[in-house]
């Protein structure tokens, strides 16, 4: 089965400086991999995706995802946070169907 | 609007009612996906809509819980005989749906069910 993990619980930064939420994942084949983002009280907002080709994906609000097949990994980053970017961030891989497999979820602090 | 709609946004009931959430999907969309989001954990899978048919039942949890959709439009996820570790946050998420097509799924606000 395709899964993903993400290490992290909460991840505390200080506004202005990078963000990175990092993401590793399991799959049988190329992965179909998603970051998706979710405000208090609200569904989950789509970021950015990496289906094939350049490694660096760039997507909303000024994040962008590095995909690194020989790490399995495909961490989250933007280079200056924001107070706003406080939320919980969920990674996801696509299974067959289309349906997603989520991660545990990060939940991103960014301190004024 | 134009996006996922779910209704109600807040359920509170009594264990042993049934629930009956609702979603309606962006219009043309022809795949709708419900999740379940249990406090301080990610979403689980539960079923998957192609058109009216649901060819991926297999994140139901149980017999108690069932869901339908009417043509291409809105679904209804009913949960009969509720129990307490039903709480949680329903999430309706719809896509443009050609499998293997890779589009972003679009997600509801979600409906948060209390089971008191």
């Known amino acids: 089965a395709q899964s993903v993990a993400q290490p992290e619980d909460q991840v505390n930064v200080a506004e202005g400086n990078p963000l990175t939420v990092k993401c590793t994942y399991s799959v049988s084949g190329n992965p179909y991999l998603f970051w998706y983002v979710q405000y208090p009280n609200r569904g989950l907002q789509f970021l950015l995706k990496?289906?094939?080709?350049?490694?660096l994906v760039k997507g909303s609000y000024g994040f962008e995802a590095e995909f690194n097949k020989s790490q399995t990994s495909f961490h989250l980053k933007k280079p200056s946070a924001l107070v706003s970017d406080s939320a919980l961030y969920f990674c996801a891989v696509q299974e067959g169907n289309n349906r997603l497999a989520f991660g545990k979820g990060n939940q991103v602090v960014v301190i004024p | 609007g134009a996006g996922v709609s779910q209704s109600p946004s807040n359920k509170v009931t009594e264990k042993g009612k049934d629930v009956e959430l609702r979603c309606d999907p962006i219009s043309g969309h022809t795949a709708l996906y419900w999740y379940r989001q249990r406090l301080g954990q990610g979403l689980e899978f539960l079923i998957y809509?192609?058109?009216?048919?649901?060819?991926?039942k297999s994140g139901l949890p149980s017999d108690r819980f069932s869901a339908e959709r009417t043509g291409e439009s809105v679904s209804t996820l009913t949960i009969q005989r509720t129990q307490q570790e039903d709480s949680a946050v329903y999430l309706c998420a719809s896509s443009p749906g050609v499998v293997g097509s890779n589009q972003p799924q679009h997600f509801g606000d979600g409906t948060r069910l209390s089971i008191l």
């Open positions: 809509f192609q058109g009216n048919s649901a060819p991926d």
């Open positions: 990496y289906i094939t080709g350049d490694n």
